[in-house]
């Protein structure tokens, strides 16, 4: 059984936020698909940003889809980007580097 995309919201560098039916949110980093067939077109970004929920899954113009099971299989929870980007800020501050 596979879980329902019930939001998405697209981020900077060809990610999209995720919020499945159990209400738990991910991150999707599309870049590794951009090179495949139909998906090359989401290389606009302005295209990219385009993204909907459409059924059980996302959507952009032109019926591209990917599979919901895909999405949730090839995602990371959102806290964990966070801890992650929370661990470069606090190693730049410890080695002197400034944002």
């Known amino acids: 059984m596979y879980l329902s995309v019930s939001k998405v919201k697209a981020l900077e560098g060809y990610q999209l936020e995720l ?8 991150i999707f980093d599309a870049k590794p ?8 077109m989401l290389k606009d970004e302005s295209f990219f ?13 032109g019926g591209i889809d990917m599979d919901p099971e895909v999405l949730y299989d090839k995602s990371r929870p959102r806290a964990a980007m966070r801890v992650a980007e929370e661990g470069v800020a606090y190693d730049n501050e410890q080695s002197g580097a400034q944002k």
Do not use: A, M
Request: aromatic letters at 18%; glycine letters at 4%.
């Open 19 to 26: 919020t499945f039916e159990n209400h738990e949110v991910k």
């Open 33 to 40: 698909y951009l090179e495949t067939g139909v998906f090359k």
């Open 49 to 61: 940003q385009r993204v909907k929920v459409s059924f059980d899954t996302i959507e952009w113009p």
